[in-house]
Antibody, heavy 121, light 106 residues
Framework: EVQLVESGGGLVQPGRSLRLSCAAS????????MHWVRQAPGKGLEWVSG????????GYADSVRGRFTISRDNAKNSLYLQMKSLRAEDTALYYC??????????????WGQGTLVTVSS | DIQMTQSPSSLSASVGDRVTITCRAS??????LHWYQQKPGEAPELLIY???KLQSGVPSRFTGSGSGTDFTLTISSLQPEDFATYFC????????FGQGTKVEIK
C-alpha cells in the first residue's frame, strides 16, 4: 500500500523559513517523480513543485520560484520542500504527491494527507 | 498558462441520478486531462487519467470523455459515497486544476 506522510508544517511568521518532509513507502520511491501540491483553506488545488526520479529535472510554479526548493533523498525514501521568505498567501495544506511516471508529468496518482502551513504574525 | 474552467461550480443530485460535470481548457490539452475526487477532510484521489482511463480500483460508474478543450466526467448512477468535490487537471503544460465542482445531496 502506497503511503505518503508529510511533516514539518506549522505556524510561521512572514519572511521566515520552513522545511517540509514527506516519508514514502509502499512503492519503489527511486523510480517515481514526486510533487508538492497545496490547497489554501476552502480553496482549490495548486501545483507547487515537482522533481523527477533522479533529481535531474525540477520545476516550480511561478508563485514560488526563487523562494521554494524541492529535493529528494532516494536512500531515505524522502521528499523535501524548503520554503523561504514565506508570505501570507503561502498559507495552505501542503500535499506530498506521487507521479505515475519517473519524469514529472503531473499525473498525481497518490496523495498524502497533507501538512498545514500557516503564515501569520 | 492554461486555464481550466469547470461547470457547474456545484450541483444537487439524488442517489441514483446520472451526473455530468464539464471541464473546459483555455487551449488544447489533447487528452492530458485527469479527474480527482475529494471528500471533506480528505486528500484528493485520482479517478480518471488521460481523459478516459479509469484508475485502478475506481468503480465503473465513473467515465470520462473528451479531447482538445472540452471534457466531461459522468457518474452513471450516483451513490452515497460519491457526494464530494471533483476537480479536473491538465498535464499538457504544467499541472493546473479546475476550480472544482461540489456534488451535494438533493
Amino acid at each position: 500500500e502506497v503511503q505518503l506522510v508529510e511533516s514539518g508544517g506549522g505556524l510561521v511568521q512572514p519572511g521566515r523559513s520552513l522545511r517540509l518532509s514527506c516519508a514514502a513507502s509502499g512503492f519503489t520511491f527511486a523510480d517515481k517523480a514526486m510533487h508538492w501540491v497545496r490547497q489554501a483553506p476552502g480553496k482549490g488545488l495548486e501545483w507547487v513543485s515537482g522533481i523527477n526520479w533522479n533529481s535531474g529535472s525540477i520545476g516550480y510554479a511561478d508563485s514560488v520560484r526563487g523562494r521554494f526548493t524541492i529535493s529528494r533523498d532516494n536512500a531515505k525514501n524522502s521528499l523535501y520542500l524548503q520554503m523561504k521568505s514565506l508570505r501570507a498567501e503561502d498559507t495552505a495544506l501542503y500535499y506530498c504527491v506521487k507521479d505515475l511516471y519517473g519524469d514529472y508529468l503531473w499525473y498525481f496518482d497518490y496523495w498524502g494527507q497533507g501538512t498545514l502551513v500557516t503564515v501569520s504574525s | 498558462d492554461i486555464q481550466m474552467t469547470q461547470s457547474p461550480s456545484s450541483l444537487s443530485a439524488s442517489v441514483g441520478d446520472r451526473v455530468t460535470i464539464t471541464c473546459r481548457a483555455s487551449q488544447s490539452v489533447y487528452t492530458y486531462l485527469h479527474w480527482y475526487q475529494q471528500k471533506p477532510g480528505e486528500a484528493p484521489e485520482l479517478l480518471i487519467y488521460d481523459a478516459s482511463k479509469l484508475q485502478s480500483g475506481v468503480p465503473s460508474r465513473f467515465t470520462g470523455s473528451g479531447s482538445g478543450t472540452d471534457f466531461t466526467l459522468t457518474i452513471s448512477s450516483l451513490q452515497p459515497e460519491d457526494f464530494a468535490t471533483y476537480f479536473c487537471q491538465q498535464s499538457y503544460s504544467s499541472g493546473t486544476f479546475g476550480q472544482g465542482t461540489k456534488v451535494e445531496i438533493k
